[in-house]
C-alpha cells in the first residue's frame, strides 16, 4: 500500500518537476526476476528507476539509511533493505537472493554511491555476484538531469527535464569472474549516456 501510494506521489511530483523523458521500456522483462543495475548521482534516482516499473520493486540501500526508525520504516515499507558499504555483507546478499528467487526484481547501484558527472568509481562486486548466482537478466538504466533536478546537498528541486535510458537485459553464467561481470555491467550502463537527448 505504501509503495503504490509512493509512486503516485512522485509520478504526481514529476509530472510538475521534473519531465521523465524514458525510453528503452520495451526492454524491461514483463515477468520474473531481474536486476535493475543503474548509475547513481542524486537521491531522486531510486523513485526514478521504480516510475519505469509498475511491479513492486526492491532496493538495496546504505546501512546508515535506516538509523533512523521512522525513516528505515518507510524505507522497509517500500521495499528497501540495507547493506553495509565497503564490506562483504552476506546478510544483505542472502536478501537480495531471496527476494529474486520469489520473483521481486530488484534496484542497485553498482558504483555503491552517488557518483558526480564525469567521476569514475570501480563498480562493486555484488550485481556480478547476484547476476550469475541468482541467474537472473542485469537490466542497465541510465539516468541523465537528476543531479541537476536535486543537486547533492540540496533541499529543494529544481524544474527540469531527467533522461532514463535502459538497455537491453545481459545474461552472465561464467562463475567465479565476479569483477569482470560488474565491470561490464557498468559499461553498458555508461554507454546508454549517449543515447540521452
Given at each position: ?48 528507476v ?28 517500500v ?66 538531469g ?12 529544481k524544474p ?11 545474461r ?23 543515447n540521452?537527448?
Open positions: 500500500m505504501i509503495y503504490y501510494l509512493a509512486w503516485y506521489i512522485f509520478f504526481i511530483l514529476s509530472k510538475l518537476f521534473f519531465p521523465l523523458k524514458i525510453s528503452g521500456l520495451e526492454s524491461i522483462p514483463r515477468q520474473g526476476s531481474f536486476i535493475f543495475a543503474s548509475n547513481h548521482r542524486s537521491y531522486l534516482d531510486p523513485m526514478l521504480g516510475l519505469c516499473y509498475r511491479r513492486k520493486l526492491s532496493y538495496v540501500a546504505k546501512d546508515t539509511l535506516f538509523k533512523n526508525k521512522f525513516f528505515g520504516f518507510l524505507l522497509n515499507q521495499g528497501a533493505f540495507p547493506v553495509r558499504r565497503n564490506a562483504p555483507d552476506i546478510r544483505s546478499i542472502k536478501e537480495a537472493l531471496k527476494r529474486l528467487k520469489r520473483g521481486c526484481p530488484i534496484v542497485i547501484f553498482p558504483e555503491g554511491t552517488r557518483v558526480s558527472t564525469g567521476e569514475g568509481k570501480k563498480p562493486e562486486l555484488g550485481a556480478g555476484f547476484l547476476a550469475v548466482k541468482a541467474d537472473v537478466p542485469v537490466v542497465p538504466v541510465f539516468i541523465e537528476s543531479d541537476r533536478v536535486l543537486p547533492p546537498g540540496s533541499p529543494r528541486l527540469g527535464p531527467i533522461y532514463v535510458t535502459i538497455g537491453k537485459p545481459m552472465f553464467l561464467q562463475p567465479h569472474d565476479y569483477p569482470r561481470i560488474a565491470a561490464e555491467i557498468m559499461d553498458a550502463v555508461s554507454s546508454l549516456r549517449s540521452n537527448k
